[in-house]
């Protein structure tokens, strides 16, 4: 396959000639990382299904194309299930130069399986989102842990990914155990306010807003150090209770 040079298709904002990126994969996170890299980029859209990569361009302000087209990006974000991704850098691999840069966001795919698909072709540079796609869409600002062979590769992607929210640099495997914590306890207290509503005789229509208005809603601010008087009383009470 003859490459298509992307990179003489530019893109400008006030003058100024936006780097290109590919934005490999059309699902709900890539479809959220197209629309926060898109005023900023040259931004392209490729998924095997043209029609959600044409859908995911229109709506985010991308560019939709081809394998032929997304190879000539010197960065590619892979927005693929952890599953898909082996198979994906494969048909990648013969077409990839030493200058670009694939960008793995997969939770549960850590670099080093990717690295030994790549055999040098390329860096790969991990950077896993703490945050949940719709909350992300919502405008919940979530963080990202950046796990680069390098520094300078790493403060490249740092540089990207800072319009989706706050970087930090560490190894990509905490994102994974804190995602388990976090989404363990989470279920857990739900299941806690359904048993709990179910003894005291509160109807089950009230469920859905009791978690996601009520107690999603005290745990941002908790979280945020934006309590209110109420929920800064229950803290010194269940605070109290522990330590009796």
Same mark, same amino acid.
């Given at each position: *396959?003859?490459?298509?040079?992307?990179?003489? !298709?530019?893109?400008?904002?006030?003058?100024?000639?936006?780097?290109?990126?590919?934005?490999?994969? @059309?699902?709900?996170?890539?479809?959220?990382?197209?629309?926060?890299?898109?005023? /900023?980029?040259?931004?392209?859209?490729?998924?095997?299904?043209?029609?959600?990569?044409?859908?995911?361009?229109?709506?985010?302000?991308?560019?939709?194309?081809?394998?032929?087209? #997304?190879?000539?990006?010197?960065?590619?974000?892979?927005?693929?299930?952890?599953?898909?991704?082996?198979?994906?850098?494969?048909?990648?691999?013969?077409?990839?130069?030493?200058? $670009?840069?694939? %960008?793995?966001?997969?939770?549960? *795919?850590?670099?080093?399986?990717?690295?030994?698909?790549?055999?040098?072709?390329?860096? %790969?540079?991990?950077?896993?989102?703490?945050? /949940?796609?719709?909350?992300?869409?919502?405008?919940?600002?979530? *963080?990202? #842990?950046?796990?680069?062979?390098?520094?300078?590769?790493?403060?490249? !992607?740092?540089?990207?990914?800072? /319009?989706?929210?706050?970087? !930090?640099?560490?190894?990509?495997?905490?994102?994974?155990?804190?995602?388990?914590?976090?989404?363990?306890?989470?279920?857990?207290?739900?299941?806690?306010?359904?048993?709990? *509503?179910?003894?005291?005789?509160?109807?089950?229509?009230?469920?859905?807003?009791?978690?996601?208005?009520?107690?999603?809603?005290?745990?941002?601010?908790?979280?945020?150090?934006?309590?209110?008087?109420?929920? $800064?009383?229950?803290?010194?009470?269940? $605070?109290?209770?522990?330590? @009796?």
């Amino acid at each position: *396959m003859k490459q298509r040079k992307i990179t003489k !298709v530019k893109k400008q904002v006030e003058g100024i000639v936006l780097e290109v990126i590919g934005v490999i994969g @059309s699902g709900r996170m890539g479809r959220v990382l197209a629309g926060k890299l898109a005023p /900023h980029y040259n931004l392209l859209v490729y998924d095997r299904d043209g029609e959600k990569a044409q859908e995911v361009a229109v709506t985010t302000g991308g560019r939709a194309t081809d394998l032929e087209g #997304v190879i000539g990006a010197p960065v590619m974000i892979l927005a693929l299930p952890a599953e898909a991704i082996p198979e994906a850098v494969e048909e990648l691999l013969p077409y990839l130069r030493t200058n $670009q840069l694939l %960008v793995n966001i997969a939770t549960t *795919m850590q670099k080093t399986i990717i690295e030994e698909i790549l055999k040098s072709r390329c860096p %790969v540079v991990s950077a896993k989102i703490i945050g /949940h796609a719709k909350e992300i869409s919502g405008g919940e600002p979530p *963080m990202v #842990v950046i796990d680069a062979p390098d520094l300078a590769l790493g403060q490249r !992607v740092a540089a990207i990914f800072r /319009h989706l929210g706050p970087t !930090v640099f560490d190894q990509e495997d905490v994102v994974q155990r804190l995602n388990v914590l976090a989404s363990t306890e989470g279920i857990k207290a739900a299941l806690s306010i359904e048993e709990k *509503m179910r003894k005291a005789g509160i109807p089950q229509q009230y469920l859905i807003p009791a978690i996601r208005g009520v107690a999603a809603g005290t745990m941002k601010a908790f979280a945020a150090g934006d309590a209110g008087p109420f929920v $800064q009383a229950l803290i010194r009470q269940i $605070q109290g209770e522990k330590e @009796s």
